[in-house]
């Protein structure tokens, strides 16, 4: 069945880089888009940025200039990178599958902190 | 990347109760989709292409739209519906959600 999973640190030092992966399964990442998306604690949803079926990327453009996603098909895993992070970037993260955002992982709480 | 303003912020709905929840576009035409999220958990999709339900959605909601104006529609709210709703445009970036739009149980 399809799943997603986020994995990644749990604390992260302000200016510094966070990495994350979303590891799938049950479908395939040449022929299904994944999103990366945040929620600060008590706060909706935001959309972070796509990594498409055919490997191009589009991303928030309030937040672009710090952010990349990638992927590696072979091991079915997206990459989320973003760096000189602030306290304001604490949040769960989530990825999902699709822009309908069909399937979603069960998110990673990063905490941004010294 | 503007966030879609939805109404109400919150609201309360006792059981039986018929609840409507809009958001409002940049455009009309577009595919609205609609998350349920409850505390501590992932958002699920809850309705996607507007109006369409997922396999496993009861059918007492539905999705319309009208306009810029798209509504998630409870016929009788139950219990188990108590939880935060989200309206997200569809399908190119960049994909905005609504503020969010908080259901409790009256």
């Known amino acids: 069945q399809v799943q997603l999973k986020e994995s990644g640190p749990g604390l992260v030092q302000p200016s510094q880089t966070l990495s994350l992966t979303c590891t799938v399964s049950g479908f395939s990442l040449t022929t299904n888009s994944v999103s990366w998306l945040r929620q600060p604690p008590g706060k909706g949803l935001e959309w972070m940025g796509v990594i498409w079926s055919n490997g191009g990327t589009d991303y928030n453009s309030a937040i672009k200039s710090r952010l990349s996603i990638s992927r590696d098909t072979s091991k079915s895993q997206v990459f989320l990178k973003m760096n000189s992070l602030q306290t304001e970037d604490t949040a769960m993260y989530f990825c999902?599958?699709?822009?309908?955002?069909?399937?979603w992982g069960q998110g990673v709480l990063v905490t941004v902190s010294s | 990347d503007n966030v879609l303003p939805q109404s109400p912020t919150t609201m309360a709905a006792s059981p039986g109760e018929k609840v409507t929840i809009t958001c409002h576009a940049s455009?009309?035409?577009?595919?609205m989709n609609w998350h349920q999220q409850k505390s501590g958990t992932s958002p699920k999709l809850w309705i996607y292409?507007?109006?369409k339900l997922p396999s496993g959605v009861p059918d007492r909601f539905s999705g319309s739209a009208s306009g810029t104006s798209y509504s998630l529609t409870i016929n009788t709210m139950e219990t188990e519906d108590a939880a935060t709703y989200y309206c997200?445009?569809?399908?190119?970036?960049?994909?905005?959600f609504g503020s969010g739009t908080k259901l409790e149980l009256k």
């Open positions: 999902a599958r699709r822009v309908l955002f069909d399937y």
């Open positions: 997200q445009q569809c399908c190119s970036a960049p994909l905005t």
């Open positions: 292409d507007t109006s």
């Open positions: 455009s009309s035409g577009i595919y």
